[in-house]
């Protein structure tokens, strides 16, 4: 800091036992604990990236790097895609398959389209779902295309 008679230094207290714990952030850690799931969950809302980084510096008076915003969203993407390749039960007792039409903001532009859903109940009662897909229309092309698709995956784990 400097004063009208020049620099004046400023002693911050030391722990040399190391037992002092911090409250908000953990020692060795980077980040907020519960931070990256409210930037994921304003991301899954349709936040774009710059939308996110003005709402934290708003309501939290943090200043947030693009980049930091698209390495938490990356991180949701490779647990996506190891969701998606994922090894599938041999047998389903029961599958239901439905399709709902969504609006869905891509490239800027808000669209209706049909998401596919597979879901299957194993013989212990646990829920799976097998996969989602989003397509322009629904349709018997598409949905065996859905269907070759999980014949494909159910051979592949036997």
Request: charged letters at 25%; glycine letters at 6%; aromatic letters at 10%.
């Given at each position: 800091?400097?004063?009208?008679?020049?620099?004046?230094?400023?002693?911050?207290?030391?722990?040399?036992?190391g037992?002092?714990e911090?409250?908000?952030?953990p020692?060795?850690?980077?980040?907020?604990?519960?931070f990256?799931?409210?930037?994921?969950?304003?991301?899954?809302?349709?936040?774009?990236?710059?939308?996110?980084?003005a709402?934290?510096?708003?309501?939290?008076?943090?200043?947030?790097?693009?980049?930091?915003?698209?390495?938490?969203?990356?991180?949701?993407?490779?647990?996506?895609?190891?969701?998606?390749?994922?090894?599938?039960?041999?047998?389903?007792p029961?599958?239901?398959?439905?399709?709902?039409?969504v609006?869905?903001?891509?490239?800027?532009?808000?669209?209706?389209?049909?998401?596919?859903?597979?879901?299957?109940?194993?013989?212990?009662?646990?829920?799976?779902?097998?996969?989602?897909?989003?397509?322009?229309?629904?349709?018997?092309?598409f949905?065996?295309?859905?269907?070759?698709?999980?014949?494909?995956?159910?051979?592949?784990?036997?």
């Amino acid at each position: 800091m400097i004063t009208e008679r020049g620099p004046v230094r400023v002693e911050l207290p030391r722990d040399r036992d190391g037992t002092f714990e911090p409250v908000l952030i953990p020692k060795h850690e980077r980040r907020f604990a519960g931070f990256d799931e409210r930037i994921i969950a304003m991301y899954a809302r349709g936040m774009s990236v710059r939308e996110i980084q003005a709402f934290l510096a708003e309501n939290y008076g943090t200043d947030v790097s693009p980049n930091f915003i698209n390495s938490v969203t990356d991180e949701v993407m490779a647990e996506t895609i190891a969701w998606q390749n994922r090894p599938l039960e041999a047998m389903y007792p029961v599958v239901f398959f439905d399709a709902l039409r969504v609006k869905i903001r891509d490239g800027g532009i808000v669209s209706n389209k049909a998401v596919y859903l597979a879901s299957g109940t194993q013989a212990n009662g646990q829920r799976d779902v097998l996969g989602l897909w989003v397509e322009q229309t629904e349709g018997a092309k598409f949905w065996l295309k859905v269907f070759n698709e999980l014949r494909t995956e159910a051979v592949r784990t036997s």
